[in-house]
């Protein structure tokens, strides 16, 4: 039996950045990682489970289970919510959260340091020398804005976090120590005791003073639910909240923007260090009872890198024009010859091109929906624990933000001579009809909540009706804006390491 004051269960964003907040704090502090320092596929398959609603990757590729957590793969894309997303909404139901944006403020300018984002200010003003020009035209001046993502390198948590953590002499992290239960005091008003296993067949049980629980928005929910021993429902599941809720951010290529001019934005990089989106006005979206709605407008198919033919042709003429012997050059030849066409379309477009078109790819909130949810199934994993199943609804709200976003994004590019938006057809017929549309962004399952019969946790995160067990991560977001969830939940990461460092038992 291993005794600690506080126990965090998951390294990833949400649990590194707790544990390195809580160096030298005055708690031991322990750490339980399912995972090792590199993938293991043994371990990965730990994360497998069915998906039976709205079509998304299979959950064992959407997240990933070692050191670090799914900022190993992560893309880096970094914007805080807006103030709107934290207001209720009458139009949208079960919107609101106990906090407001400006209790995230301070929390938002820390996680910036720590994701390596230039800094904190996502304006328009202070990014528009780096914005392509369409995005400071005539288009914007009506119903659509601009909104300005920072992109993090994208920061690996686990490799840059690993030695302070390792230095710290009151943080332990245990690496292959998986969570399988979590037991309660026989009063049901703390945590007393949890059950670890390894995959060689290890068992211990650690007894914390405290429990953060931090290991993605689908186990969190999986965890809770598969505690049953003391509460029949699982932990902190008396009202039936746990696992429901759940939103993940549609994305797909849904229409395209066929400019009246060829715009020189194809000259641009697009990437880095900020990236533009469309969105529409926050008044826009209110008169005509929307969710939030946004999409790129970018040039070609290289969204997330450029192709990777265009990159060794680049690097191969750079050399020659430097009179050196390219590096790497059979691999170069390699990968040119494998992606001739990206090379030569990508090329012909940074060098002589003007695109006359643009690609619209859509990043909508979804609102929140009781019916989608994360259960448990009959199969078990190789440590017999149940594996999860996802039922991602879709309603008809979502349906009618896309379809209405994407008129009015065709409207304004009309009115204002820009061009014509062409929609796919079924985005228009129904937009959740293609596979793989969802973004590995899993929230909402323990949804924060000062009423326990509407929320999972409190305002602070810890579970309601009990003393010493908190969650972290996107799951206690009650509504999942229009922006990608990891730098918000880093920044609530942070906030609550610093109520955990004022936390005493009994203190709630
Ligand atoms: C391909 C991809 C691209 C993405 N791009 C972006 C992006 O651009 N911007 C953005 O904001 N977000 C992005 N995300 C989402 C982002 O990665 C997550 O929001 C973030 O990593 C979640 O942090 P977390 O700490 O809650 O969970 P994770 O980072 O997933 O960490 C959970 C940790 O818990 C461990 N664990 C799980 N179960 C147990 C157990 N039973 N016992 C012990 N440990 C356990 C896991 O091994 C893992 O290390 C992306 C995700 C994917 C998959």
């Keep these: 039996m291993i005794a600690c004051d506080l126990c965090i269960v998951g390294a990833g964003a949400a649990g590194i950045t707790i544990a390195l907040e809580l160096i030298e704090a005055g708690l031991d502090v322990l750490v339980l990682e399912s995972g090792g320092l590199e993938f293991d596929p043994a371990v990965q398959a730990l994360a497998r489970g069915r998906s039976i609603g709205a079509a998304s990757d299979a959950l064992d590729a959407a997240r990933l289970r070692f050191f670090g957590g799914s900022t190993n793969h992560w893309g880096g ?13 009458p139009w949208v139901p079960d919107s609101g959260w106990p906090i407001e944006r400006a209790d995230l403020d301070p929390f938002y300018t820390r996680a910036a340091a720590m994701l390596d984002l230039a800094d904190d ?10 914005l392509p020009p369409l995005f400071g035209g005539p288009l914007f001046e009506g119903r659509l804005e601009p909104v300005v993502y920072q992109l993090s390198p994208p920061t690996r948590m686990g490799e840059k976090y690993r030695g302070a953590l390792e230095r710290a002499r009151d943080v332990r992290v245990m690496l292959h120590a998986n969570l399988l239960r979590i037991g309660l005091h026989p009063g049901r008003r703390r945590v007393m005791r949890l059950d670890v296993g390894t995959l060689e067949g290890g068992r211990f049980g650690v007894t914390p003073a ?4 931090a290991t993605g928005g ?8 598969a505690s049953r021993d003391v509460e029949r429902n699982g932990v902190g599941n008396g009202h039936d909240l746990v696992g429901r809720y759940f939103m993940d951010h549609p994305s797909h290529h849904a229409a395209t923007l066929l400019l009246n001019a060829p715009s020189d934005d194809a000259r641009r990089p697009l990437m880095r260090p900020v990236f533009p989106y469309a969105t529409l006005r926050e008044d826009v979206a209110r008169e005509e009872g929307l969710l939030r709605f946004m999409t790129t407008m970018h040039v070609g198919d290289e969204l997330f890198d450029e192709p990777q033919g265009y990159v060794a042709l680049r690097e191969i003429g750079r050399a020659i024009l430097r009179r050196e012997w390219p590096a790497d050059l059979t691999g170069r030849l390699a990968s040119l010859a494998a992606d001739l066409d990206g090379a030569a379309e990508h090329g012909f477009r940074r060098f002589f091109g003007r695109s006359g078109t643009l690609h619209l790819r859509i990043h909508p909130e979804v609102a929140p929906n009781r019916e989608s949810r994360v259960t448990l199934g009959d199969e ?23 379809r209405r976003g994407l008129s009015i994004v065709g409207a304004e590019a009309g009115r204002t001579g820009i ?8 985005m228009l017929e129904d937009p959740f009809a293609v596979p793989g549309i969802g973004s590995w ?9 000062d009423d326990p019969r509407c929320g999972v946790v409190d305002r602070e995160g810890r579970v309601h009706g ?29 906030r609550l390491a610093d109520h955990l460092r004022r936390w005493r038992p009994g203190a709630g």
């Design 218 to 225: 689908i186990e969190n929910a999986r965890l809770l639910l």
């Design 210 to 213: 405290a429990v953060v629980l």
């Design 419 to 426: 061009g014509r938006l062409r929609i796919e057809p079924w």
């Design 441 to 449: 962004h899993h929230v909402g399952t323990t949804r924060m909540h």
């Design 121 to 130: 200010d996502f304006s328009v003003a202070r990014w528009r020398d780096a």
């Design 380 to 402: 078990t994993d190789a440590l017999g624990m149940p594996r999860p199943v996802l039922d991602w609804r879709l309603g008809e709200l979502d349906r009618h933000t896309i």
């Design 466 to 494: 009990l003393d010493n067990l908190f969650v972290a991560g996107s799951s206690v977001f009650p509504t999942c804006s229009m922006a990608n969830p990891t730098f918000t939940l880093v920044a609530l990461a942070l």
């Design 77 to 89: 894309f970094c914007r805080p919510f807006d103030p709107v997303d934290f207001a209720v909404r």
